[in-house]
């Protein structure tokens, strides 16, 4: 059996977040420990429920994106932190954001990430 890989959804797109949700259950190896609303919930959930994955399933606000992620790095271990949006293309650069072109390369940068391999960008 492999190991699970426990993940963590963020999103105020409730339509977006059941859909990527969805996508994440079908897979055997990945299970969903929890879901916020917003980003405020989420330290306080990730003190109570260890993840490897933070899935964000919408756009942040500018400089939201930092705020979380020096946040995220003083847990541990801390879990990699994912962006999913689809106007990344337009917006952003950063080397954790990823569109949601397809589904298939969403899983793989999941399973990439979990495994210490870290993101590549789909930019």
Known sequence: MTKKIHILLSGSNRPFTDSIRALL??????????????SDDLTELLKQVPVAIVLFCNSLPAGEAERIRKSLSRLSPPPTMILLDSAAKQKNTDPYLLTPDAPIGLLIQIIRAASGVGLQSTL
């Open 25 to 38: 259950q079908a897979h055997p190896d990945l299970t969903i420990a929890g879901q916020v609303s917003d």
